[in-house]
């Protein structure tokens, strides 16, 4: 069934409004799979935090408009899926590789973060990226490490003069 001009207009609206919050996104070929796997995938997606739609091309071209993501525009060609990760950057290519694992019919076509459009090959890359709480651990511990090594360097003096008095209690101990 067509869709009416005012539903084209809300839909455009809809997903310029997602791409704008966007952090990555992806474009992904589904021809071949079937009805059950792509609910899988938009279940994976869902509970994820991912933004998942088929959007015509004209249309996604026109909602992307505006956005980082306008560099996708030449990466638009066939039946596209559309995948925006909203909280996580890396999420949308996490659960798009756990999915092509699984399902090869799903072909990722591009890929973009921060108004750079990578090719298909740079999923990997994207889905390796960490999680806010992965970041925000490994800040903590660079953030800590010169505290933890100035505490260390200040005890050693100590510790080094008591392991001395307890080899001379223990020398004196076996004479």
């Known amino acids: 069934m067509a869709m009416m001009?005012?539903?084209k207009k809300a839909?455009?609206?809809?997903v310029n409004e997602v791409a704008s919050r966007a952090l990555s996104a992806v474009a992904a070929e589904y021809r071949g799979l079937t009805a059950g796997e792509f609910d899988l995938l938009r279940r994976q997606a869902r509970d994820n935090g991912i933004y998942l739609h088929v959007v015509k091309n004209t249309l996604a071209k026109r909602a992307l408009q505006g956005t980082e993501f306008a560099?996708?525009?030449s990466a638009l060609i066939g039946p596209l899926v559309l995948g925006f990760?909203?909280?996580d950057p890396g999420a949308v290519g996490r659960v798009l590789k756990d999915f092509v694992r699984e399902h090869e019919k799903l072909v990722v076509k591009a890929v973009a973060v921060g108004g750079q459009l990578y090719g298909p090959t740079d999923l990997d890359r994207l889905a390796s990226l960490p999680s806010r709480e992965q970041a925000l651990a490994l800040l903590m511990g660079v953030l800590q490490a010169p505290i933890a090594k100035f505490v260390r360097t200040v005890a050693e003096p100590t510790a080094k003069f008591v392991r001395t008095v307890k080899a001379v209690a223990d020398a004196r101990q076996a004479t």
Do not use: I, R, T
């Open 85 to 87: 990760s909203l909280d």
């Open 11 to 14: 839909l455009v609206a809809e």
């Open 5 to 7: 001009f005012e539903d």
């Open 71 to 73: 560099c996708m525009d």
